[in-house]
């Protein structure tokens, strides 16, 4: 199963908040009336704030490792203070939960020497989690940090280690990906009103439909061999 969408995202402050994702182009292959393919990606598409003090996935409160209570679920360790997250010095910090029995996450946190904002967070689960055919989670975000007040996504990766029929290693089950890429911003710039009023459900399969030179050119990354396998089989 492979899904690509290009989405133009539109929000503002005032005078009210509001905020807009418009699907411009969408390309499906694969199997899809699945109900663990609808629970996996319900998640897989769930927007992730680092500095919540709760992550939430599969309907599962973990505690983020940069939250307020961070210091009371995680020990930090300082690895190294020379790393290089996309042209940005950082210090690398290893975290992990203090007890084996808390539901917490492990990675590594990339901070910016310069103004100490999260760089790059890597999320991922310390045991099984209890949750029906889910084994494991991993999660890298990547920010853009333009000045002390901006903080941009700019690049989301998440994967998930499912079972099709039960939770044991030896059974069937499938590896699902998502990668996200957010570039071309533009601020200051007036945005009319109807925007936000526009219904995504008028918009069906042949008006996202697009050839293959307009995937070429609008990708900000190239697919896998596997990838391109998914579309050349199906």
């Given at each position: ?28 292959s ?8 609808a ?16 992550i ?72 099984k ?24 996504p ?6 998930f280690?499912?079972?099709?029929l ?42 996202l ?26």
């Open positions: 199963f492979l899904n690509e969408a290009f989405y133009k995202n539109y929000g503002k402050n005032t005078p009210t908040q509001q905020q807009k994702k418009d699907l411009i182009a969408q390309k499906t694969g199997f899809q009336n699945n109900e663990i393919i629970l996996t990606a319900k998640n897989l598409y769930k927007e992730i704030n680092i500095y919540d003090n709760t939430n996935f599969f309907n599962i409160g973990f505690q983020s490792p940069v939250s307020t209570d961070g210091f009371s679920t995680y020990t930090y360790s300082l690895l190294d203070s020379s790393s290089t997250v996309n042209g940005e010095e950082c210090y690398r910090i290893q975290y992990e939960p203090k007890r084996k029995d808390v539901l917490a996450f492990q990675g590594y946190l990339y901070i910016s020497k310069n103004s100490f904002a999260v760089v790059k967070v890597t999320i991922r689960n310390t045991h989690m209890n949750v029906n055919f889910v084994n494991g989670l991993y999660t890298e975000l990547e920010f853009n940090n333009p000045d002390e007040e901006t903080f941009l700019s690049r989301t990766y998440t994967e280690d499912l079972s099709l039960n939770k044991n290693r030896e059974a069937k089950g499938i590896i699902a990906k998502r990668t996200v890429s957010y570039t071309n911003y533009d601020f200051d710039q007036p945005i009319e009103d109807r925007i936000f009023k526009n219904n995504e459900e008028d918009k069906d399969s042949e008006n439909a697009k050839n293959q030179q307009y995937w070429d050119e609008i990708r900000t990354d190239s697919l896998s061999k596997s990838e391109e396998g998914v579309y050349e089989m199906l």
